[in-house]
């Protein structure tokens, strides 16, 4: 039957096993649930099917042997154990709160020894590592964006290594200071991400990169999904975690020789302390509307940009508060055999990135914007020029039946 064909047999073969083995990888990689993960590849697989118009015995042949491999795949590493924690150090920063506060008690809690960097020493985060946590936990006052802060930080760690190096390196500070269009956003607000989340991670990598390359450890960077997709209103954020993504994605390369694995994780939305906090949404919402020009205040209006605001603050607010996810994510990229490159952390996460990676762009960019941000207003100007549009039609529906009285 399949001599009635242009293309032989094995060319429609390896065509069609290429296409499917790259579409299972990116499924496989969105952490999907079994039964999802199934029915899309067999809609994928009958996709092609139906429009090659090829013979179903093939077909269920590669279904066959894919499922076979990832039984296999996910089995063989289910039965590797995880790697010792006793003896081994971890360099975090951002510990004050939230992800990098919860991971440092959690390795701490497992047996690593802990270097955290906090931006206050004084601060609450820090005193509540030092009450939760054990000797071996070590506090350090780090702005990553003062290189003198992070190399002294990198001599007081080696001080306490000696001649032992750093098995795990996890970039967890970061910040979020935008909220608004990208013509809304202030250049510092665009200066201030790129300055915290991207050049002041790559300071702290390739100020500690020879002690993690000396034990063949874990570089560990926390990102966002937001560096991967267009989010509304989060511009200078975004890009800062792009450029943070792009980085990662090259030292996996430069680094595989030397023994060193290196993962990104990409959290879903969790609850941290500035994201609760209403008096800090307040606060940038003022300074937003003071830095604007009259003639752009007046074409977005003021009502548009606090309704924006609003969205936020509610966002946060429901918001996941159990950040334990994310936290088991990072002992997974630090203790696992065979690390991932990428880990979604976070209901949905896998959902949203295969609907971007494989949907019409218009149905994930629906997606994006019904998921993140449900505004119910338009910029002023707009109201404005559909409301004279309004009366523009109005006007000559008038005309015209004066004229067909006539």
Same mark, same amino acid.
């Given at each position: 039957?399949?001599?009635?064909?242009?293309?032989?047999?094995?060319?429609?073969?390896?065509?069609?096993?290429?296409?499917?083995?790259?579409?299972?990888?990116?499924?496989?990689?969105?952490?999907?649930?079994?039964?999802?993960?199934?029915?899309?590849?067999?809609?994928?697989?009958?996709?092609?099917?139906?429009?090659?118009?090829?013979?179903? $015995?093939?077909?269920?042949?590669?279904?066959?042997?894919?499922?076979?491999?990832?039984?296999?795949?996910?089995?063989?590493?289910?039965?590797?154990?995880?790697?010792?924690?006793?003896?081994?150090?971890?360099?975090?920063?951002?510990?004050?709160?939230?992800?990098?506060?919860?991971?440092?008690?959690?390795?701490?809690?497992?047996?690593?020894?802990?270097?955290?960097?906090?931006?206050?020493?004084?601060?609450?985060?820090?005193?509540?590592?030092?009450?939760?946590?054990?000797?071996?936990?070590?506090?350090?006052? =780090?702005?990553?964006?003062?290189?003198?802060?992070?190399?002294?930080?990198?001599?007081?760690?080696?001080?306490?290594?000696?001649?032992?190096?750093?098995?795990?390196?996890?970039?967890?500070?970061? =910040?979020?200071?935008?909220?608004?269009?990208?013509?809304?956003?202030?250049?510092?607000?665009?200066?201030?991400?790129?300055?915290?989340?991207?050049?002041?991670? =790559?300071?702290?990598?390739?100020?500690?990169? $020879?002690?993690?390359?000396?034990?063949?450890?874990?570089?560990?960077?926390?990102?966002?999904?937001?560096?991967?997709?267009?989010?509304?209103?989060?511009?200078?954020?975004?890009?800062?975690?792009?450029?943070?993504?792009?980085?990662?994605?090259?030292?996996?390369?430069?680094?595989?020789?030397?023994?060193?694995?290196?993962?990104?994780?990409?959290?879903?939305?969790?609850?941290?302390?500035?994201?609760?906090?209403?008096?800090?949404?307040?606060?940038?919402?003022?300074?937003?509307?003071?830095?604007?020009?009259?003639?752009?205040?007046?074409?977005?209006?003021?009502?548009?940009?606090?309704?924006?605001?609003?969205?936020?603050?509610?966002?946060?607010?429901?918001?996941?508060?159990?950040?334990?996810? =994310?936290?088991?994510?990072?002992?997974?990229?630090?203790?696992? $055999?065979?690390?991932?490159?990428?880990?979604?952390?976070?209901?949905?996460?896998?959902?949203?990135?295969?609907?971007?990676?494989?949907? $019409?762009?218009?149905?994930?960019?629906?997606?994006?914007?019904?998921?993140?941000?449900?505004?119910?207003?338009?910029?002023?100007?707009?109201?404005?020029?559909?409301?004279?549009?309004?009366?523009?039609?109005?006007?000559?529906?008038?005309?015209?039946?004066?004229?067909?009285?006539?």
């Amino acid at each position: 039957m399949i001599e009635n064909y242009n293309i032989p047999f094995w060319i429609y073969l390896a065509v069609v096993s290429m296409f499917v083995g790259g579409a299972m990888k990116k499924i496989l990689a969105c952490h999907l649930s079994v039964g999802p993960t199934l029915v899309a590849w067999l809609g994928a697989t009958v996709l092609v099917e139906r429009l090659w118009v090829f013979c179903l $015995p093939a077909m269920l042949l590669l279904v066959l042997l894919a499922a076979m491999g990832c039984i296999y795949s996910r089995s063989r590493t289910a039965q590797l154990p995880n790697l010792p924690a006793q003896g081994k150090a971890v360099f975090i920063t951002g510990c004050d709160s939230g992800f990098g506060n919860a991971a440092a008690k959690r390795l701490d809690s497992l047996g690593f020894e802990v270097f955290a960097t906090v931006l206050n020493l004084e601060g609450d985060g820090a005193r509540e590592l030092q009450r939760s946590c054990s000797s071996r936990l070590t506090l350090l006052q =780090v702005d990553i964006t003062q290189p003198q802060q992070v190399q002294q930080a990198l001599l007081d760690t080696k001080a306490k290594l000696g001649l032992r190096g750093l098995w795990g390196l996890v970039n967890n500070a970061g =910040v979020c200071v935008n909220f608004g269009e990208a013509e809304l956003s202030l250049m510092s607000t665009f200066r201030g991400c790129m300055e915290v989340n991207f050049f002041g991670t =790559v300071d702290v990598t390739k100020s500690f990169l $020879p002690l993690v390359r000396q034990a063949k450890g874990r570089i560990v960077n926390i990102s966002s999904p937001a560096g991967d997709q267009p989010f509304p209103c989060l511009a200078a954020y975004g890009a800062s975690k792009a450029a943070l993504n792009l980085f990662t994605e090259t030292l996996r390369h430069e680094l595989n020789p030397w023994g060193v694995r290196v993962s990104t994780i990409l959290p879903s939305s969790y609850k941290t302390a500035t994201s609760t906090n209403h008096a800090y949404w307040e606060q940038q919402h003022k300074l937003l509307l003071q830095s604007l020009s009259p003639a752009l205040l007046e074409e977005y209006g003021e009502d548009y940009m606090t309704e924006t605001k609003d969205l936020f603050h509610s966002f946060s607010e429901h918001a996941n508060p159990d950040l334990s996810p =994310v936290v088991n994510t990072i002992v997974k990229a630090l203790l696992s $055999p065979q690390p991932q490159a990428r880990y979604y952390a976070g209901p949905g996460i896998g959902l949203m990135y295969f609907i971007h990676s494989y949907c $019409p762009f218009s149905i994930s960019n629906r997606f994006l914007q019904k998921l993140f941000l449900k505004k119910s207003l338009v910029p002023r100007a707009l109201r404005k020029q559909s409301g004279l549009d309004m009366n523009l039609g109005l006007h000559n529906n008038n005309n015209e039946e004066k004229l067909q009285q006539l």
